[in-house]
């Protein structure tokens, strides 16, 4: 099975012509699965935010005989949760540039796991805080952050030559583009997290000092 995609940031686009391999044409695709991550031509992560949800769900299924049974203690649940179910979901999170949209999707599918942990669900009315707070689970979309800036911090040690600068996108400068808001960047998404979490980028150089600076509580 072979498959393609063209990458295309721009909005002037050539003319696409087929690709063939030992005479068979090789189908293009929107996205593509690489290394557990589905990557979009465009360049989004709607994609991939979908595919870890489902892989989250995946392994709370899996172990559904332990997370649902009343026997088991919630703080035991809880981190059999943090353990297993959590760093499926945020599996490649260090890179996303996630908008308001994704995170809400991901902080939905956490607190419908937690509940059903608990027995219970919305119409019990009981508060996302106080089911947090019986597991033990920090709300995903502040662990979410905090991989972010664990990796920003790696990348700022590095010295310049080193290949993991090669790998950052950057906003083009004096390049024509189209009407609209442009795509949102992991380094936007970086400096928005250090202005709301009141951290300075130049902290991130004392290894120490950062660690403890990122660092988020289990309830």
Same mark, same amino acid.
């Given at each position: 099975?072979?498959e393609?995609?063209?990458?295309?940031?721009?909005?002037?686009r050539?003319?696409?012509?087929?690709?063939s391999?030992?005479?068979?044409?090789?189908?293009?695709?929107?996205?593509f699965?690489?290394?557990?991550?589905?990557l979009?031509e465009d360049?989004?992560?709607?994609?991939?935010?979908?595919?870890?949800?489902?892989?989250?769900?995946?392994?709370?299924?899996?172990?559904?005989g332990?997370?649902?049974?009343?026997?088991v203690?919630?703080?035991?649940?809880?981190?059999?949760?943090?353990?297993?179910?959590?760093?499926a979901?945020?599996?490649?999170?260090?890179?996303?540039?996630?908008?308001r949209?994704?995170?809400?999707?991901l902080?939905?599918a956490?607190m419908?796991?937690?509940?059903?942990?608990?027995?219970?669900?919305?119409k019990?009315?009981?508060?996302?805080?106080d089911?947090?707070?019986?597991?033990?689970v920090?709300? =995903?979309?502040?662990? !979410?952050?905090?991989? #972010?800036?664990? %990796?920003?911090?790696? $990348?700022?040690?590095?010295? +310049?030559?080193?290949?993991v600068?090669?790998g950052?996108?950057?906003?083009?400068?004096?390049?024509?583009?189209g009407?609209?808001?442009?795509?949102?960047?992991?380094e936007?998404?970086v400096?928005?997290?250090?202005?709301?979490?009141? =951290?300075?980028?130049? !902290?991130?150089?004392? #290894?120490?000092? %950062?660690?403890l600076? $990122?660092?988020?509580?289990? +309830?």
């Open positions: 099975k072979t393609y995609m063209m990458c295309g940031f721009s909005t002037t050539c003319e696409e012509e087929e690709v391999l030992d005479g068979r044409v090789v189908p293009q695709k929107d996205t699965r690489y290394l557990g991550s589905m979009q360049g989004g992560i709607d994609e991939d935010v979908n595919h870890r949800i489902k892989a989250g769900w995946m392994k709370w299924r899996q172990a559904s332990i997370l649902c049974d009343k026997r203690p919630q703080k035991l649940k809880g981190k059999f949760y943090r353990t297993a179910v959590r760093p979901m945020l599996y490649g999170a260090e890179c996303w540039p996630t908008k949209r994704h995170v809400q999707q902080g939905v956490e419908r796991m937690l509940r059903w942990m608990c027995g219970h669900t919305r019990d009315r009981v508060r996302n805080d089911i947090r707070d019986r597991v033990g920090a709300p =995903i979309e502040e662990k !979410l952050v905090q991989h #972010r800036l664990r %990796w920003f911090g790696h $990348i700022q040690r590095r010295p +310049p030559e080193a290949p600068h090669s950052r996108l950057k906003r083009a400068e004096n390049v024509k583009r009407q609209g808001r442009p795509n949102l960047t992991w936007e998404s400096k928005r997290d250090l202005k709301d979490w009141s =951290i300075t980028k130049e !902290l991130a150089m004392d #290894r120490g000092a %950062w660690k600076a $990122i660092h988020v509580p289990e +309830p």
